[in-house]
């Protein structure tokens, strides 16, 4: 068992809350918010723990020193052919960590913490962090939605949406609570009122299910007759690169829509656009929304299941499209483009409506129901 960073000034009586993922060290959404809610769970006396399947501990977000950092496997295995071991190791681990509140940080570990913390004394979430409609392709998911529903204290979703997807599917005998991902930007202030760069941003994986290959069209039909210098930049990196920078190239868009791959300081491009664009066929709780609102950036973004019409009020703080609707992205995209008045106005908006993504709000929630399912019996 390999093990990082150590508690600093460990307290006995501290509660022990322990996160389960596969790999920690990631640099997705699901890894960053789990860090960003174990950070702020230690500054308020809990011991914390973040348990990696199979991790170097190598983390790209920040991790509180006083967490304590554990790979159960200091190598890849076949959960299938180790079995066994897997859920042996975690129970042993369970035990002598004393943990009180576990967490799963995706249901799909939840199929094997689960049967491997049968009838011991310690409250059990699954912490969804996409939505019940998608498995992203894995079955594994979907049976960890099932175990969780039914055998856990508590299931996590990010949206109001997806807590009605899942009580109508599956009717959990586990409470269901929702809980947003925390802003990762705290006092920032972005002034929108002389701001005209023409930049619009967009910023996520290169796959099918962000959509920016329907960007791309989109843009194509904006190129037409309204673009006057404005220019779309597109960070991050994936399989579909190839794919799209061809389209691009094809269509003639190469110096006004660019890739610029991954990059590690995003708050630079917030602080320039003038427009953030989400084109995404499905989402959990976009993050990217929440950072652009609290950089005070307006959005357009499709409507789709779930977690844009949460974020943004439409025609307040920025527009929503029906999902997949490249013409209508087009004109909520044109007609931002040609108003610095509203996008001024849903700038203010933005930073406003920020406040119910509040991290110590947020961190506050959690405890709360760190307590309600203490008393459950």
Known sequence: MRQGVGVAGEKEEAKTVCFFFGD??????????????????????????????????????????????????????????????????????????????????????????????????????????????????????????????????????????DERLWLDALNPKARISVIYNPS????????????????????????????????IDAWQLIRRDCANGWSVVVIGDGPEKPFLEQKIKALGLSETFLLVGRKNDVASYYEKADLFCLSSLAEGLPMV????????????????LTGPSEIIEHGVNGLLVDCGDVVGLANALRLMMEDQDMRTRMSSASIVAKRKFNRQDIIARWCRLFAEISHDK
């Open 184 to 215: 990762p930007f705290d006092n920032v202030f972005n002034d929108h009122s002389r701001k005209d760069g023409r930049l619009i941003i967009s910023i996520g994986r290169l796959i099918k299910l962000k959509g920016y290959d329907l960007l």
């Open 24 to 161: 920690f060290s990631g640099a997705g959404g699901a890894e960053r918010s789990a860090i960003s809610i174990a950070n702020g769970l230690a500054g308020n006396g809990y011991r914390v723990i973040l348990l990696s399947l199979v991790s170097d501990n190598r983390f790209f977000f920040r991790v509180d020193e006083r967490i304590k950092c554990v790979s159960l496997f200091d190598r890849k295995i076949s959960i299938k052919l180790n079995i066994f071991a897997v859920l042996t190791g975690i129970r042993l681990f369970c035990k002598k960590e004393r943990v009180a509140i576990w967490i799963d940080v995706d249901p799909i570990v939840s199929s094997i913490s689960l049967p491997a913390l049968a009838f011991l004394k310690v409250r059990h979430i699954s912490w969804e962090h996409f939505n019940f409609k998608n498995a992203l392709g894995r079955r594994m998911r979907r049976l960890g939605r099932y175990m969780a529903a039914q055998f856990a204290d508590a299931i996590v979703v990010l949206t109001k949406q």
């Open 289 to 304: 929304l929440i950072e652009a609102q609290a950089y005070g950036v307006p959005c357009v973004s499709f409507n789709c």
